[in-house]
């Protein structure tokens, strides 16, 4: 399985700044996801992140708001722009087993972000 | 729309066996997936089914029905340590993964 390191690991934040979550995986991957989590709710996800392609974004967001680079197989960074309170949450980013038959998603170890 | 449904809080007893329950709908099936969460920790896999029947992997087995929507995880022989969130998520015709809001199981002593 692949080992997933997310910088920072939680931030305090102003509203109307921008933070921008780093994402390294210790092996190249085709894909890998972002998501949010807001406390005691289950995951959505925000954008699919391929190598060499613009982002795939999912209803909701959008990439003014959420811009996102993938500039190797490696590495993978969200931006979360002019930040409100409402942004508070976990951002977690995770990528899919290609090794395996099931595909089935690791996960990074999340960014905590709040915005006051 | 596409939609999983679990219970949103369960509660065992230490030692004892407990099955959380899973029903979906989606366009397509491409496989379900169960993940534990621990309180302030990332979600982790736990078990795969795309297959009719029962996986099993140590004290955890999953098991699906595809024709009836229908999944359950059992957890048998309940530590304290598997007190967390249980996230049953469906991968669709589109290869997407579809979340349940997830199963808070408290185990008390």
């Known amino acids: 399985s692949a080992v997933i390191s997310q910088k920072p690991s939680r931030d305090i934040c102003q509203r109307g700044t921008s933070l921008t979550i780093q994402c390294q995986v210790d092996?190249?991957?085709?894909?890998m996801f972002w998501y949010r989590q807001q406390p005691g709710q289950s995951l959505t996800l925000i954008a699919t992140?391929?190598?060499?392609?613009?982002?795939?974004?999912e209803s909701g967001f959008v990439i003014d708001k959420f811009p996102i680079s993938r500039p190797n197989l490696t590495f993978s960074t969200l931006t979360v722009s002019n930040m409100s309170p409402e942004d508070s949450s976990i951002y977690l980013c995770?990528?899919?087993?290609?090794?395996?038959?099931?595909?089935?998603?690791?996960f990074g170890p999340g960014t905590r972000l709040t915005v006051t | 729309g596409q939609n999983i449904d679990q219970p949103t809080e369960m509660t065992a007893t230490e030692g004892a066996i407990v099955q959380i329950n899973c029903t979906y709908q989606t366009s397509g099936f491409n496989g379900l997936f169960w993940y534990q969460q621990h309180a302030g920790e990332a979600p982790t896999f736990l078990s795969y089914?795309?297959l009719d029947g029962l996986e099993e992997k140590g004290r955890f087995s999953s098991f699906l029905s595809r024709s009836k929507g229908y999944s359950y995880l059992l957890l048998k022989e309940l530590q304290m340590k598997d007190s967390a969130s249980y996230l049953c998520a469906v991968k669709n015709s589109n290869y997407q993964l579809i979340w349940g809001a997830g199963t808070k199981l408290i185990i008390k002593p």
């Open positions: 089914n795309v």
């Open positions: 992140a391929n190598q060499g392609s613009e982002a795939t974004y």
């Open positions: 995770s990528v899919e087993d290609e090794a395996g038959s099931s595909y089935e998603q690791y």
């Open positions: 092996s190249q991957v085709t894909m």
